[in-house]
């Protein structure tokens, strides 16, 4: 790793990427809207940047982590954003999960500036980006993949380079499909085993290692069991990205059908004020519906 980096949004997965990039031995600079959540990574040995065109000065590979497609927007192109800084030749490695048409109108601006770009979103949780596990779907040229390669293997597992631009982010919206699919199949499952009396860790232990048995299973399953709703990955954020589904799917022509349903149970959430507890929380939605709740 021989190339300076930045790392702009410092959030529950930003900052732990950050921090493992650190650990590597990366020469890194961060920033963060919000200045607190830099203290962590300063004081480990991160330099500081005061505003986004600083920290592109200081990069030749920046990675962007943050929550939505208008967020990515303004920290490359927005007042006072890395645009005003990025030195030629520099890479731009979008770790968000965000719009796969505005990241092809990224990239092309963004190479009208002689400056590359990478979408490279990232699946795992917080679990994942803690352990440096992540698995990394990344769009864009054959060439950038390979340089920024050593850092993404520090932050991830399992890193594919699936096409072009947008095809990172097209990717991702395909793992938000069954990560929300399963979630909702987790819930059914819990509610239906508590409405009929069943030992709730006895059944998980049962269907764990069969057919049934999944990531989501193992790790939300007993979260779920004990009404623990600390996020991995917040409803807020599992909402934005099957908004992202449904947009593309209008676009493509292509059903979405349990995608839509899950979309409106999160939307129902939200309303009652639980956007920042994990995704795994979509049972509360039944149990709404069913007056019947899971768990201790």
Same mark, same amino acid.
Request: net charge negative.
């Given at each position: 790793m021989n190339e300076r980096v930045g790392f702009a949004g410092l959030g529950i997965m930003g900052s732990a990427m950050a921090q493992n990039l650190l650990n590597a031995g990366a020469d890194l600079t961060v920033w963060n809207r919000t200045p607190s959540k830099r203290a962590t990574l300063v004081a480990a040995g991160a330099s500081d940047a005061s505003d986004l065109p600083a920290l592109a000065r200081e990069a030749a590979i920046l990675f962007i982590c943050v929550s939505?497609?208008?967020d990515v927007e303004a920290i490359l192109f927005g007042d006072n954003?890395?645009?005003?800084g990025l030195q030629e030749d520099a890479l731009v490695v979008d770790c968000s999960t965000v719009s796969p048409s505005a990241t092809k109108r990224f990239a092309e601006r963004l190479a009208n500036q002689s400056v590359?770009?990478?979408d490279a979103p990232i699946s795992g949780g917080s679990e994942g980006a803690a352990n440096g596990t992540l698995s990394i #779907?990344?769009?864009g040229e054959a060439e950038q993949v390979e340089r920024a390669l050593?850092?993404?293997q520090v932050m991830g597992k399992k890193i594919t380079h699936v096409g072009g631009h947008g095809a990172g982010q097209m990717t991702k919206l395909v793992n938000q499909i069954l990560v929300a699919g399963s979630m909702l199949s987790l819930g059914e499952a819990l509610l239906f085993a508590q409405a009929g009396g069943?030992?709730?860790e006895r059944t998980l232990e049962a269907v764990s290692d069969g057919a049934a048995g999944s990531w989501t299973l193992t790790n939300r399953g007993p979260q779920v069991i004990k009404r623990d709703w600390s996020p991995g990955? #917040?409803?807020d954020l599992q909402e934005k990205d099957l908004r992202l589904v449904l947009q593309e799917a209008d676009e493509l022509g292509a059903p979405t059908l349990g995608s839509s349903i899950t979309f409106q149970l999160y939307r129902s959430l939200q309303r009652r004020g639980l956007g920042t507890q994990?995704?795994?929380a979509l049972v509360r939605a039944l149990e709404y519906v069913s007056s019947i709740q899971v768990g201790e």
């Open positions: 939505d497609t208008p954003g890395l645009i005003e590359h770009m990478l #779907m990344v769009g050593p850092y993404l069943l030992d709730l990955f #917040m409803i994990g995704n795994h």
